[in-house]
C-alpha cells in the first residue's frame, strides 16, 4: 500500500496532506525517513508520524445510521451532550463522514475507514444530499423561486438547490430539498433567508444511498452497491 493511503485509511489525514508530511521528513517507516514512493507493507512495516506509532484498524466498519434528534455528530462532546457514537455498540473507533446538527435527524455514514471518508466528504465530491423539511404554515411559490435560486445573505449567494413542494396538511408544509454541498447550516440558512422557521429536518438520502427503511438510532453496514456509488462508481 502507497504510504499516503495507509497515513489515510490510519486517519491521520487526508492522502494530499500526507504527501506534505512525508515531505517534511515526519514519517518514518522502520526507523527509516520515508519519501513519497515508499510502499508499505501493513502487515509488518512499522508506520511512525513525528516518532508516534499509526497502525491501521483490524476490520474496517462502513455504517449508515438514522440519527435522532438531539445527537452530537462528535467524538466527545464538550457540553457533555450525548452522541451519535452513544448509539452505536462496536468495539472500533468510527468517525463520522460530514455532519448533522444537533437538532436535525437523519442519514449519516460512519467508518473507521479515513481514506474512504476523506475521499467520499472531499469538496470535490458533489454527491447530491437530500432532506425533507418540514416548516409551519404554506410557501408561496415566490418563496420556492427564492431558495431554488439561492438565497443571498449578507450580500453571498447561497448554492442553488432543488426544492420540491411535496404537501401541505395541519398547516404543516412538507418539501424535499437537495443540496450538493455540505456549508454549515445550509438548509437552516436558507429558511431562514425567506423568514420559515424549520419545525424538522431530515437527511434522507446522500447520492445513492437511502435511509431505507432505518428506524430512530438504528444503523447497519452498507451494502458493497451502497459504498460503490459512493465512490463514484
Ligand atoms: N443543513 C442544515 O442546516 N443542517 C444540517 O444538519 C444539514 C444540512
Not at 499516503?4 to 525517513?33: P, W
Request: aromatic share 6%; glycine share 10%; with cysteine.
Amino acid at each position: 500500500m502507497r504510504l499516503n493511503k495507509f497515513l489515510s485509511a490510519a486517519g491521520v489525514c487526508a492522502r494530499r496532506k500526507a504527501d506534505e508530511l512525508i515531505k517534511s521528513g515526519s514519517v518514518t517507516v522502520n526507523g527509516k525517513i520515508a519519501g513519497l514512493a515508499t510502499v508499505v507493507n501493513e502487515n509488518k512495516d512499522e508506520v511512525a508520524v513525528d516518532g508516534k506509532t499509526i497502525s491501521l484498524p483490524l476490520s474496517f466498519v462502513y455504517l449508515k445510521l438514522n440519527k435522532p434528534k438531539g445527537y452530537a455528530c462528535t467524538n466527545s462532546d464538550e457540553r457533555g451532550r450525548k452522541t451519535i457514537f452513544d448509539l452505536v455498540d462496536l468495539p472500533q473507533r468510527l468517525f463520522s463522514i460530514g455532519r448533522l446538527d444537533y437538532d436535525t435527524e437523519g442519514l449519516i455514514l460512519l467508518t473507521n475507514d479515513g481514506d474512504f471518508a476523506y475521499r467520499v466528504s472531499h469538496p470535490s465530491w458533489e454527491v447530491e444530499k437530500e432532506y425533507i423539511v418540514k416548516i409551519k404554515g404554506e410557501i408561496k411559490e415566490s418563496e420556492l423561486a427564492v431558495l431554488r435560486n439561492g438565497v443571498v445573505i449578507d450580500g453571498e449567494r447561497l448554492p442553488k438547490a432543488k426544492v420540491k413542494f411535496l404537501e401541505y396538511k395541519n398547516d404543516v408544509t412538507r418539501l424535499s430539498v437537495v443540496i450538493h454541498e455540505g456549508l454549515n447550516h445550509q438548509v437552516r440558512k436558507m429558511f431562514e433567508a425567506i423568514g420559515k422557521d424549520i419545525k424538522l429536518l431530515k437527511r434522507v438520502r446522500i447520492g445513492g444511498v437511502s435511509l431505507g427503511g432505518l428506524k430512530r438510532g438504528e444503523y447497519r453496514q452498507l451494502k458493497p452497491q451502497e459504498m460503490a456509488l459512493l465512490e463514484g462508481k
